[in-house]
């Protein structure tokens, strides 16, 4: 294998690649499959350990980021690993300090949240469509570190994940979007002025960097453009984030089933069944 000029890896002699660069759906598979059972590894660790992880998934519209949180936790206990996704504040939460509305969604011990989208909404959508004053976004900027400072002092694991996508994708996207109407949702009013405010949001998220990438709470940009090698790039630096052991229960031995006494089970025709437009009913008999 060779390296290109960028650093990355040459994949034309790896045949789990296609022509394209972009890697299998079953090798694809097969490493995701990998990879949720490190985080189901990793979710049994931080209940044990009582670490309070808040995951910030940031980056432009269409960029991939509920698909890498959906692939995050298809596997993982929702108890324990949560997504905080909040609307647009109230007429109360705008009153508020503004990271208040935050801050009661934030993870406890032993907790794992997972914010699509957070505070930096001041940084990105506020500022460029003009929802917050020019001082309020200045406030923000100065304070942002304060604040995820003390998250970070008071034994917070937080990682920042920004989700980079080009011009030529994300339009590919919401063509793709707008083609289809179980993804037609998905395109709202506000990406549909983003797609006029490229450079603004450009400078935004510079700016944003300048003031909030640090060193106890770092910014890591994922290359979106491919959403296969995203998810699994995103979903392996975070398990790398963590030095965690196995701590997944055993298999539990079922006690034997008591015998059955003398219960009847309600006759089918009693109840209201739905159609079984697919297979067929059981008959009282199978049911015994």
């Not at 660790?45 to 995951?55: A, F, H, K, Q, S």
């Not at 937080?158 to 063509?175: C, G, H, T």
């Not at 984030?241 to 055993?250: A, C, K, S």
Request: a neutral charge.
């Amino acid at each position: 294998m060779t390296d290109d000029p960028r650093g990355a890896p040459s994949h034309a002699d790896d045949d789990r690649y296609r022509d394209d660069g972009v890697l299998k759906k079953k090798p694809y598979k097969k490493e995701l499959k990998r990879l949720r059972t490190e985080l189901v590894k990793l979710q049994h660790w931080l209940r044990d350990e009582g670490v309070p992880v808040c995951v910030v998934f940031e980056g432009r519209d269409a960029a991939g980021k509920g698909g890498v949180i959906k692939r995050i936790t298809k596997r993982l206990n929702p108890r324990i690993v949560r997504v905080v996704a909040l609307d647009k504040p109230t007429e109360r939460e705008q009153g508020q300090w503004y990271f208040q509305r935050y801050v009661e969604h934030l993870p406890t011990a032993g907790e794992m949240a997972l914010f699509d989208r957070s505070w930096y909404n001041r940084a990105g959508v506020e500022r460029v469509m003009g929802f917050c004053t020019d001082e309020e976004y200045e406030r923000f900027l100065e304070t942002c570190p304060t604040f995820e400072r003390l998250l970070v002092d008071s034994g917070m694991v937080l990682l920042k994940y920004w989700f980079s996508i080009s011009d030529a994708e994300q339009e590919r996207r919401f063509e793709r979007r707008n083609e289809d109407p179980r993804r037609r949702w998905k395109l709202s009013p506000m990406d549909l002025e983003a797609r006029t405010q490229w450079e603004a949001y450009s400078r935004a998220k510079d700016r944003m960097f300048e003031a909030t990438d640090t060193e106890f709470a770092p910014w890591y940009v994922v290359d979106a453009d491919v959403k296969r090698h995203a998810r699994l790039n995103c979903i392996s630096h975070l398990l790398s984030q963590f030095d965690y052991e196995d701590r997944t229960p055993g298999p539990i031995e079922l006690p034997p089933r008591p015998e059955r006494g003398d219960y009847e089970r309600p006759q089918i025709e009693d109840q209201r069944w739905v159609p079984a437009k697919f297979g067929t009913l059981p008959t009282d008999d199978e049911r015994s």
